[in-house]
């Protein structure tokens, strides 16, 4: 990057300089030059990012790794669970205070499905294998 630096600043320094021999009139012209370049150079190096992350994340891939999309960790879950945790009581003072029995049973019901919407998006295969398992009853 320090290359890149040393050359930009080698820029404006040319452009500075032509600006002195050339006069004002052609500050607009060497100002629109220079940040044409400045550009081309701020393009080139997002480019460069992009197809660095984009050949990281094919090759995770390729390792059978899971997709960066789909990355959770610890504390995304534990975040998760007790900010579910500290939204059920007021959800259950007030489905219990408004409905009684069935609109406490409503809000864990709520809580419930969402947390296992949850847990189904992290870890998609978590409910997978019950589907596929063989059904043992036919086999006696």
Known sequence: MEAQDADL?????ATLQAR???????????VDSFLEKVDQR???AVERRLRRQFAEQQMQ???GARSPRGTDSWG?????AIVSLVLAIPL??????IAHLPGLVAAWV?????NAVQAVRLNPELFAARRHR???????
């Open 20 to 30: 002195r021999e050339l006069g004002e009139e052609y500050e607009p012209a060497l």
């Open 92 to 97: 259950s003072a007030i489905g219990g205070g």
């Open 110 to 114: 709520g809580i419930v499905g969402v």
């Open 76 to 80: 995304e879950r534990f975040g998760f």
């Open 9 to 13: 600043k080698k820029e404006l320094d």
């Open 61 to 63: 891939v390729a390792r």
């Open 42 to 44: 701020i393009d080139a």
């Open 134 to 140: 063989p059904d043992r009853s036919t086999e006696l």
